[in-house]
């Protein structure tokens, strides 16, 4: 089934079999929604991958107990960054994976540019080898601090001359557009990855080959 916003456009996943619900998780008639509709489903997992929807599938699934990124994690991330624009050399938006604690560095897209080849996003060759270990320490004391250890990660960073700073970092996948353009670049898809992650599945890369990164935060 399908939970989206009043006036959000009908998603191309919403068939004639599915079930399709429009409401809005920001009014307190959510809490009531979950348990009078989503609960009696017995779902497996809620997940969502825009970052307006985090916070309702992190409610939704402490309300149900069911697999995801918990509430907890969310808020912790939130809280990280300033958002605030202050100089900084370079300005990059660093999609991260991480299984069982571990963290794996996807992409990283430098805003303003629309990358066109591998070595535009793949960490390892699109980053200095000074940005590299800076960038890596950043995102490993976040994803650390904040308790996540499945799932996916989007953290926008500032890059300084001396080091990194973020601005702001959120429990999920980049937007249509990015991630369609990160998986034809990079091998690795971070949609099928994220809705297989809650329900146990697989997380071994779908398409021809295996990705092209292979850059390990630890």
């Not at 991958?49 to 149900?64: I, K, P, Q, R, Y």
């Not at 996807?106 to 303003?112: D, I, K």
């Not at 973020?166 to 949609?191: H, K, M, N, S």
Request: charged letters at 20%; glycine letters at 10%; proline letters at 7%.
């Amino acid at each position: 089934m399908l939970v989206q916003r009043p006036g959000a456009p009908v998603q191309d996943l919403v068939g004639e079999d599915t079930d399709y619900y429009s409401v809005d998780w920001e009014d307190e008639s959510f809490a009531d929604f979950i348990d009078t509709v989503l609960r009696p489903r017995h779902p497996t997992a809620v997940i969502s991958l825009t970052t307006a929807g985090v916070t309702a599938a992190a409610m939704a699934n402490s309300m149900l107990g069911t697999a995801g990124t918990p509430a907890d994690v969310v808020k912790a991330m939130a809280a990280v960054g300033d958002g605030e624009d202050n100089g900084g050399r370079r300005r990059i938006r660093v999609q991260t994976f991480s299984t069982a604690g571990a963290h794996r560095l996807v992409a990283a897209v430098t805003e303003g540019h629309t990358p066109s080849l591998p070595g535009h996003v793949l960490p390892e060759q699109c980053l200095s080898t000074a940005e590299l270990p800076a960038v890596r320490d950043a995102v490993t004391n976040l994803l650390d601090t904040a308790g996540l250890t499945d799932g996916p990660a989007l953290i926008r960073l500032d890059l300084h001359e001396h080091g990194t700073r973020v601005l702001a970092a959120q429990p999920t996948a980049a937007d249509d557009d990015e991630a369609e353009l990160i998986r034809q670049l990079t091998g690795f898809d971070l949609v099928r990855r994220s809705l297989a992650w809650p329900l146990g599945l697989s997380p071994a890369p779908h398409g021809k080959g295996a990705p092209h990164g292979k850059e390990e935060v630890r």
